[in-house]
């Protein structure tokens, strides 16, 4: 079992940046793969990016070069940077850890981009 808690979103300016953090307890944090995902008003929740325990990432098209995905296993936490923040990026961002047939979501932060 793990649980999930999410942390730093907010409203900011077109152009902005902010950090996200998901902080996990109740597992071995290490072996799960952790992912951002994202959810916009009457749109299905998307993958925004996604690091394995090895430590490879990967980025939704709409992000790359925007975002960045990291974990620090020491403080069973992963972050996403959000650089050039745009209004299309306003959503409800949530944290999930994946492991076999075992996932698990946070209860999401808001993400507001003012244009």
């Known amino acids: 079992q793990v649980q999930l808690v999410e942390s730093g979103g907010g409203l900011v300016q077109a152009g902005g940046s902010l950090t996200l953090s998901c902080a996990a307890s109740?597992?071995?944090?290490?072996?799960?793969?952790m992912g951002w995902y994202r959810q916009a008003p009457g749109k299905q929740r998307e993958l925004v990016a996604r690091?394995?325990?090895?430590?490879?990432?990967n980025y939704a098209d709409s992000v790359k070069g925007r975002f960045t995905i990291s974990r620090d296993n020491a403080k069973n936490t992963v972050y996403l940077q959000m650089n050039s923040l745009k209004p299309k990026d306003t959503a409800v961002y949530y944290c999930?850890?994946?492991?076999?047939?075992?996932?698990?979501w946070g209860q999401g932060t808001q993400v507001t981009v003012s244009s």
């Open positions: 109740g597992s071995i944090f290490s072996r799960y793969t």
């Open positions: 999930n850890a994946g492991r076999g047939l075992n996932l698990y």
């Open positions: 690091i394995t325990s090895g430590g490879n990432s």
